[in-house]
């Protein structure tokens, strides 16, 4: 059987991370496409000449041509600009969401049958333009933040439990944005809950405010101390986790920017919600109890993701 193509639309700092992430799986072949001449090449050159090293068989092509992503099985969309120390993600629009409409007039052309993710920022209101622009199915049209979110939730709670990351599990729901919603009761250690955990002593609740205060805020932390640009290696692993579940049909429950037809109250609307991603791309978009506090801060979150994607409709009327 032939090997899986992987486009990767942007091949900047994620793009270029996302190119090596997929070898070392052995996803398949890459193609990094960019605007910029020479960089998808020499990237994906570059990544080429490590595969005798690495041990890994796949071929890389680098290109400025969306022609070459003819037949992707999966593409990963970076393409934008990423946010700068004093920006938020949604000063990102006036840039973004036009790079949007052009990867989605590549991807219908070229690409109609893959599976979609979108990275670019921010993030629920450009995998909407995506979807939009592209005309894909909206169950094959994907956006990466909640795998990413609760990478970080995770972290930080292995981290101060000193336990392996491996046992912690953690959900974010809403919008990537500081009014994301970890969510602490389904989150936990080996299926301990979190509330248990407190009051077994493992961590005082305050601890854990912050813990969930930093995750919201995890984004940012890491702008700040780059100056230069946003982070990649954690954004470029969750979209991989991602990409592996599509490829390999193993229908992962992971929280991802879906989109919503009823579920949680909303239509027409990408929002972070537990999925579940195989084959079929998302095949079911997981509906969970929700307490008081735990919907007005989902809600509010919505609210942040309705006034992006009104501003996009304000921009390109088309959408
Ligand atoms: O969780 C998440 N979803 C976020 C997303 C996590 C981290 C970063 N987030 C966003 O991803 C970030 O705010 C940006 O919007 C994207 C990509 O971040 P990256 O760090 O990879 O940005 P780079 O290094 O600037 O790469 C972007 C590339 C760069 O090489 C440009 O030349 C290219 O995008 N680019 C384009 N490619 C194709 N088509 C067009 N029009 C285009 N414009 C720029």
Same mark, same amino acid.
């Given at each position: 059987? @032939?090997? /899986? ?13 996302? @190119?090596? %992430?997929?070898? +070392? ?11 910029? !001449? ?10 080429? !000449? ?18 070459? $992503?003819?037949? @992707? ?16 993600? *949604?000063? #990102?629009?006036?840039?973004? %969401? ?6 989605? /007039? ?6 109609? &049958? ?15 333009? %995506?979807?939009?622009?592209?005309? +894909? ?11 990413? &979110? *609760? ?8 981290? @101060? ?21 970890? %969510? ?9 809950? #979190? ?44 979209? $991989? !986790? ?58 509010? *979150? $919505? ?11 304000? $921009?390109?009327?088309?959408?």
């Amino acid at each position: 059987m @032939a090997r /899986a193509k992987i486009a990767l639309v942007g091949a900047g700092q994620i793009g270029g991370t996302l @190119a090596l %992430l997929a070898g +070392l799986r052995e996803l398949g072949d890459v193609v990094l496409f960019d605007v910029v !001449e020479g960089v998808p090449q020499g990237k994906s050159l570059d990544i080429a !000449e490590a595969t005798p090293v690495l041990g890994f068989d796949a071929k890389y092509a680098g290109t400025n041509s969306y022609e070459a $992503i003819a037949g @992707a099985d999966v593409v990963i969309v970076t393409a934008g600009v990423p946010r700068k120390p004093g920006m938020s993600r *949604s000063d #990102l629009i006036g840039i973004n %969401l036009k790079v949007m409409e052009q990867v989605g /007039a590549g991807i219908k052309a070229h690409a109609p &049958d893959a599976f979609v993710i979108c990275i670019t920022n921010p993030l629920d209101a450009m995998v909407w333009a %995506l979807q939009k622009a592209s005309g +894909l199915p909206a169950n094959k049209v994907v956006g990466m933040a909640g795998v990413l &979110d *609760s990478a970080r939730f995770r972290y930080f709670l292995a981290d @101060a439990f000193n336990v392996s990351v491996e046992d912690v599990t953690a959900f974010v729901l809403g919008g990537h944005g500081d009014d994301m919603v970890p %969510l602490v009761r389904y989150s936990g250690v080996a299926g301990i809950p #979190l509330p248990d955990l407190v009051k077994m002593g493992w961590a005082t609740q305050e601890k854990v405010d912050a813990i969930v205060d930093r995750t919201r805020k995890g984004g940012g932390e890491i702008v700040n101390l780059l100056k230069t640009g946003s982070a990649f290696y954690a954004p470029a692993a969750s979209a $991989i !986790e991602m990409a592996t579940s599509y490829l390999r049909d193993k229908k992962r429950l992971l929280p991802c920017a879906a989109y919503l037809s009823g579920e949680y109250g909303q239509s027409d609307l990408y929002l972070g919600v537990p999925v579940i991603i195989g084959a079929g791309g998302v095949e079911r978009v997981v509906e969970i109890e929700l307490n008081a506090d735990e919907k007005a801060m989902l809600d509010k *979150s $919505i609210a942040s993701v309705q006034e992006l994607v009104g501003e996009c409709k304000k $921009i390109l009327p088309s959408l």
